[in-house]
């Protein structure tokens, strides 16, 4: 498969070589909405993008490329990124597709309303110097040659369009003198010829629309077309042999569910039976979303959680509400149980919680006793559920009014004037739901649709359970928040505190009622899309009690920095930002147009009206006049006065900026054109000149500028009460991290302060290097202690205030000396997986890390003001990366000559 010729290639040049391909498109990525982080995996698939476009030497022509990307990992961004970046290769007609008209409205407003939240652009889009604006048109006979023009449909119009001959058709001809990328979402469905598992109508239609994007991507004689797929559902298992063929020199990427959520990226799924009728298994869901929205209220989070009712068939709301009050159907109609929702919720009271709460669900449990802390009555959660459920807190999408209405509420669900607490719905958001705080889905009925195989006579889950599954999948996306010392807003933080409150806002809740078959049949299909693992295993980490009864332990001292914003008090210039500032931003010729005209005989030679001979010629930036400069900023995000006082902190006004020569004032532009068109530049040339210039000083002094940065004082904090908590981890059952330290004997190691670690392999193979080294440091050190950070703390880089939890700190206290010295040694092993090029950590993403190790011992005080101790010195220290050295011998030497160095030489 092409994307395993790529990770081949990535281990022989190494492994950030698509990520920093990405970076070398930093024009591409700032016209990105900053709202959404560029996440390193969405690096990935750009720089492979871009390799394949300029780089890779089997490019195959018309390109045709698909990314295999988890639901909810940012599939749209890459597109918009792509469509940027090609816009640079000279493409401006573009065809964005997919199946159900919700993705085609959904996407419309990520591509073309800046009004919107989940707009994908910044404001103002500059390429090449040039403003680009995002159209929607119908064709491409009348496309704007400067703009980037969009066809948005499904794919059963767009084949309709080319193969019907009505007023608005479209013509393979038409496409034939244009370049054209086709984007192609959910495009799984494109593999019809290619999947026989398909009903036999279903599959002649749909290899209809297939052989129609073929025949548009083949259009273009030079073979310029491109076809990008993008889906989450890419068959790329050997069950499909047919798609393993087609796509094996076509996808390009592949991040699926499993990777994305152990990377963190999503959300925790946990399924929720209760043997009990369908109306109070409807009630505890509402109670369990109160209880998350309680707990993000009490740590000030903007998160409204959403539980979603889901029916099973679908008819309008009637006037009478069945029996369902009081029983478990089979089968359950939207518009019935909508009514019986709203009786049930009106008829509320503190009689019907408190029947509630003598379920026995653990989560069930913490909501109650959460409410009894708060002060929450039984009476007052009556009050709230009636007040945040009333009918027009509630949506049901099944219904056939006001369906454009319906589908601004489902698209905004987490904006703050979105006050929709619930969703009715059968089948319309199985696909094209983006929806990142629904945490509870009730499923209503009580069947199952599991088949048997022809062959093999197996049982298998059916279709419903597998779009059951899928929508789970959806629902599954991390609702982001930041809070205290977390700080990545977009994973999950709370793996290794499960019984941290906060952990409720980390979980998605299935419903059902008790029904161990289906629960069964269901967990098959999450483990086989990667929603869940297969097995998952609680492991705690604590300390021993032996070493609890050591003074280190009670009296002991950790000293930890911490992170302030940085205000930029130490920048006076732009070449305090970076020495060759101003060479940079100054280095390019910019050329005006030369007003040269031709006019020609229709049956004779041209004949050029020349303006004489272009020369250059450089001009102080500030030439061009306060109003024209001040025009220019303002047209920028990034030059609004108070953005850039955040990186030059000592600057006094917009005006000192602007005129000053040690900022934009003394940066120098140099133009290319006629002697007179220099001697007297129009008013718009040098707005287009000062904007190409002002716009590269804005992007690299904010490349360089960092938000925040890590103090050198590190505070003294008791160690018994940072690693006071117990730390329980939720462990996949089959990761190397779940499985105990082989032939290892944690608790005959004395200088190992905890009862395990449950690490990885170089994390393991750290141990046994200190296990062989424990002899020696026992002659120097009177006391001895190894913890393992499963993330009691923190520590901030230098320079850009990153947050750092290295995996090991090691403390020891010196032999009876005159004068008491402590050492706290911070250790970080690394795999190979993050070795650069060359084989070394420096030019790697965690390179950064190990510079700022490295720095602590000369750069970090400290501070026990807090604590009366004399006749005591403390040393930081922090060491090289750990690594085993397999492939690169010189690691593993170089971290035991310092190890040696400063601790027993």
């Given at each position: 498969m092409l994307y395993e010729e790529f990770d081949g290639y990535k281990k022989f040049v190494g492994v950030d070589v698509f990520k920093d391909k990405a970076e070398e498109f930093g024009a591409v990525l700032k016209n990105l909405n900053p709202e959404f982080l560029v996440r390193d995996y969405q690096k990935e698939a750009l720089g492979r993008f871009f390799y394949y476009f300029g780089d890779y030497p089997q490019r195959v022509a018309p390109t045709h490329l698909m990314f295999n990307m988890a639901t909810g990992s940012g599939k749209t961004l890459i597109m918009a990124a792509a469509i940027l970046f090609l816009y640079k290769q000279g493409y401006r007609d573009f065809v964005f597709f997919t199946r159900l008209d919700n993705i085609i409205r959904k996407t419309k407003d990520n591509f073309l309303n800046p009004l919107s939240k989940k707009y994908l652009f910044v404001p103002k889009i500059i390429i090449n110097g040039r403003a680009v604006q995002i159209k929607e048109v119908d064709n491409f006979e009348a496309a704007s040659s400067r703009d980037i023009n969009i066809i948005f449909s499904t794919t059963a119009l767009l084949h309709q369009r080319f193969n019907s001959a009505k007023e608005n058709a479209l013509t393979y001809e038409d496409f034939g003198g244009k370049k054209v990328v086709l984007i192609a979402d959910e495009a799984h469905n494109l593999s019809v010829e290619t999947n026989a598992k398909l009903g036999k109508n279903e599959m002649l239609d749909r290899a209809n629309w297939e052989n129609t994007v073929m025949r548009i991507l083949s259009a273009n004689p030079k073979k310029e077309n491109m076809l990008l797929e993008f889906t989450a559902t890419a068959r790329l298992e050997n069950d499909y042999p047919e798609i393993l063929e087609k796509y094996k020199n076509k996808a390009i990427f592949r991040y699926d569910l499993k990777q994305y959520r152990l990377d963190g990226f999503s959300k925790d799924v946990r399924t929720l039976q209760v043997n009990a009728v369908l109306m109070e298994r409807v009630l505890i869901a509402a109670v369990i979303s109160q209880y998350r929205l309680k707990v993000a209220q009490k740590h000030r989070l903007a998160i409204k959680p959403v539980v979603m009712f889901k029916a099973n068939r679908v008819t309008s709301a009637v006037d009478k509400p069945t029996e369902i009050l009081d029983a478990n159907p089979q089968i359950v109609v939207s518009g019935e149980f909508k009514a019986a929702f709203h009786k049930l919720i009106s008829g509320l009271d503190a009689a019907m919680l408190a029947r509630l709460a003598k379920i026995q669900d653990a989560t069930l449990q913490k909501a109650f006793q959460f409410f009894n802390e708060q002060k929450i009555s039984?009476?007052?959660?009556?009050?709230?559920?009636?007040?945040?459920?009333?009918?027009?807190?509630?949506?049901?999408?099944?219904?056939?009014?006001?369906?454009?209405?319906?589908?601004?509420?489902?698209?905004?669900?987490?904006?703050?004037?979105?006050?929709?607490?619930?969703?009715?719905?059968?089948?319309?958001?199985?696909?094209?739901?983006?929806?990142?705080?629904?945490?509870?889905?009730?499923?209503?009925?009580?069947?199952?649709?599991?088949?048997?195989?022809?062959?093999?006579?197996?049982?298998?889950?059916?279709?419903?359970?597998?779009?059951?599954?899928?929508?789970?999948?959806?629902?599954?996306?991390?609702?982001?928040?930041?809070?205290?010392?977390?700080?990545?807003?977009?994973?999950?933080?709370?793996?290794?505190?499960?019984?941290?409150?906060?952990?409720?806002?980390?979980?998605?809740?299935?419903?059902?009622?008790?029904?161990?078959?289906?629960?069964?049949?269901?967990?098959?299909?999450?483990?086989?899309?990667?929603?869940?693992?297969?097995?998952?295993?609680?492991?705690?980490?604590?300390?021993?009690?032996?070493?609890?009864?050591?003074?280190?332990?009670?009296?002991?001292?950790?000293?930890?920095?911490?992170?302030?914003?940085?205000?930029?008090?130490?920048?006076?210039?732009?070449?305090?930002?970076?020495?060759?500032?101003?060479?940079?931003?100054?280095?390019?010729?910019?050329?005006?147009?030369?007003?040269?005209?031709?006019?020609?005989?229709?049956?004779?030679?041209?004949?050029?009206?020349?303006?004489?001979?272009?020369?250059?010629?450089?001009?102080?930036?500030?030439?061009?006049?306060?109003?024209?400069?001040?025009?220019?900023?303002?047209?920028?995000?990034?030059?609004?006065?108070?953005?850039?006082?955040?990186?030059?902190?000592?600057?006094?006004?917009?005006?000192?900026?602007?005129?000053?020569?040690?900022?934009?004032?003394?940066?120098?532009?140099?133009?290319?054109?006629?002697?007179?068109?220099?001697?007297?530049?129009?008013?718009?040339?040098?707005?287009?000149?000062?904007?190409?210039?002002?716009?590269?000083?804005?992007?690299?002094?904010?490349?360089?500028?960092?938000?925040?940065?890590?103090?050198?004082?590190?505070?003294?904090?008791?160690?018994?009460?940072?690693?006071?908590?117990?730390?329980?981890?939720?462990?996949?059952?089959?990761?190397?991290?779940?499985?105990?330290?082989?032939?290892?004997?944690?608790?005959?190691?004395?200088?190992?302060?905890?009862?395990?670690?449950?690490?990885?392999?170089?994390?393991?193979?750290?141990?046994?290097?200190?296990?062989?080294?424990?002899?020696?440091?026992?002659?120097?050190?009177?006391?001895?202690?190894?913890?393992?950070?499963?993330?009691?703390?923190?520590?901030?880089?230098?320079?850009?205030?990153?947050?750092?939890?290295?995996?090991?700190?090691?403390?020891?206290?010196?032999?009876?000396?005159?004068?008491?010295?402590?050492?706290?040694?911070?250790?970080?092993?690394?795999?190979?997986?993050?070795?650069?090029?060359?084989?070394?950590?420096?030019?790697?993403?965690?390179?950064?890390?190990?510079?700022?190790?490295?720095?602590?011992?000369?750069?970090?005080?400290?501070?026990?003001?807090?604590?009366?101790?004399?006749?005591?010195?403390?040393?930081?220290?922090?060491?090289?990366?750990?690594?085993?050295?397999?492939?690169?011998?010189?690691?593993?030497?170089?971290?035991?000559?310092?190890?040696?160095?400063?601790?027993?030489?």
């Open positions: 039984l009476e007052n959660l009556a009050r709230e559920l009636k007040v945040d459920f009333a009918p027009e807190k509630c949506l049901s999408v099944d219904e056939g009014k006001d369906d454009d209405q319906k589908q601004l509420l489902l698209n905004s669900l987490e904006d703050r004037g979105n006050e929709i607490r619930a969703v009715f719905a059968t089948e319309k958001l199985n696909e094209g739901w983006d929806v990142l705080n629904l945490f509870d889905i009730v499923r209503l009925y009580n069947t199952r649709s599991e088949h048997a195989s022809r062959t093999d006579k197996i049982r298998k889950p059916g279709k419903t359970t597998v779009q059951e599954a899928q929508l789970i999948g959806r629902g599954a996306r991390y609702c982001p928040f930041a809070v205290g010392e977390y700080t990545d807003r977009y994973r999950r933080k709370f793996d290794g505190a499960a019984q941290d409150e906060l952990r409720i806002l980390e979980q998605l809740y299935y419903h059902s009622m008790h029904n161990p078959d289906y629960i069964s049949e269901l967990t098959k299909v999450l483990v086989r899309e990667g929603i869940v693992a297969a097995n998952s295993v609680r492991r705690e980490i604590k300390i021993k009690d032996e070493f609890k009864k050591k003074d280190f332990w009670k009296t002991g001292l950790i000293f930890l920095n911490s992170r302030k914003v940085n205000l930029g008090e130490d920048i006076w210039s732009l070449n305090d930002i970076k020495n060759d500032f101003k060479d940079r931003a100054q280095s390019d010729v910019y050329v005006l147009p030369t007003r040269e005209a031709v006019e020609q005989d229709i049956f004779g030679k041209a004949s050029v009206i020349a303006q004489g001979k272009a020369v250059i010629r450089e001009f102080e930036i500030r030439e061009f006049g306060d109003y024209v400069i001040r025009a220019v900023l303002d047209g920028f995000a990034a030059g609004k006065f108070e953005k850039i006082k955040r990186v030059f902190g000592n600057l006094e006004s917009l005006e000192d900026f602007i005129i000053r020569e040690k900022y934009l004032g003394g940066v120098k532009v140099k133009i290319k054109g006629m002697p007179p068109q220099l001697d007297n530049m129009a008013q718009a040339e040098k707005i287009y000149a000062a904007g190409l210039i002002a716009d590269k000083v804005l992007m690299i002094a904010n490349a360089v500028h960092r938000e925040y940065s890590g103090t050198k004082n590190f505070k003294a904090h008791l160690i018994r009460k940072v690693f006071e908590k117990d730390k329980v981890l939720q462990l996949d059952a089959d990761s190397p991290r779940a499985q105990n330290m082989r032939d290892f004997d944690f608790g005959s190691r004395d200088w190992m302060a905890q009862n395990e670690i449950w690490g990885t392999s170089e994390e393991e193979a750290f141990l046994r290097f200190m296990d062989g080294a424990a002899g020696k440091l026992k002659e120097k050190y009177a006391d001895i202690a190894l913890l393992r950070n499963e993330q009691f703390f923190k520590i901030y880089d230098f320079s850009g205030g990153e947050p750092f939890y290295p995996d090991f700190v090691l403390f020891l206290k010196e032999k009876q000396t005159k004068r008491e010295i402590a050492y706290q040694v911070f250790v970080e092993p690394k795999g190979d997986q993050f070795l650069d090029a060359d084989k070394t950590f420096e030019q790697s993403k965690e390179g950064w890390k190990q510079k700022f190790l490295l720095e602590i011992e000369k750069t970090a005080k400290t501070d026990f003001d807090m604590f009366k101790i004399e006749n005591k010195d403390f040393c930081l220290i922090g060491l090289p990366f750990f690594n085993e050295g397999q492939m690169n011998n010189q690691l593993r030497e170089n971290f035991e000559k310092s190890f040696n160095d400063e601790l027993l030489n």
